[in-house]
């Protein structure tokens, strides 16, 4: 296992326990979606992750040793995602904050730059090199923000609520970068609300609540239970939701749009 975590608890000032016995793991090529309410220790749980913050007890292991003795060097393996971007953005222009790691790993500048016209293209930030950060919206700084992180190529991704604030369209790239790490290998953990997004991309789920995660089981055991998304303060997928109204009664319930149409497909009709 890449990442594990094992029954963390934390306390933030103030004697507020956010986390009393939190655990969640991934492998290389994962996906694992972590869902929860609003003020679960979502966030929290991702910092102690990704070695930002020290729990009060328990363990991070990276590889099978402990994330704790592998630091700072690790942090080169692990890139995180904030939910906020300004909380992330830090740097002059949009360059800088793309070069800002690579220029503690690079020998040369023109080897940064080099990189950073790659992923600039990639982007679709080539024309935004120059501006400062704060000057573009939230879609721009979001994918300004992936950039920042991939571009050094970690193993692990953690991603806290990556779609919140974002049109349909600057979704659709955050899918794609997903995607596209999970078959690269990557290991990747989002946090999120957006149970489309988690049906559409997770192999496994988690809820947490009061502090405890419960689950880590497959998406579709995950988003079919009820009881276990009340936990989260989520609904079922809205096409799972809606092929239950028309009495579709398949094997594998549909979690996506384009799991309802290969059922259709297959000759599959309202019971």
Known sequence: MLLKVEKVRFKYPGNVEVL???SFNVDRGEVVAIIGSNGSGKTTLLLIAAGLLKPDSGLV????EPLEKQLPEARRRIGLLFQDPDDQLFNPTVYDELAFTL???LSSEEEVK????IFAEKFRLKGLLDKPPYRLSVGEKRRVTLASI???DPDVLLLDEPTAN???KSVEEVEQVVLEASEAGKAVVITSHDVEFVAKLANRVYVISNGL????ISTASALTDENLLALADMKPPIILRASKLLGFNVKEPPLTIEAFAKALNEGYRPS
């Open 61 to 64: 292991l990276l590889d099978g």
């Open 20 to 22: 009393r016995n939190a």
């Open 103 to 105: 220029r503690q790993l």
């Open 213 to 216: 995660t419960l689950g880590g």
């Open 166 to 168: 974002l049109s349909s």
């Open 150 to 152: 991939l571009i050094y």
């Open 114 to 117: 080099a990189k950073v016209s």
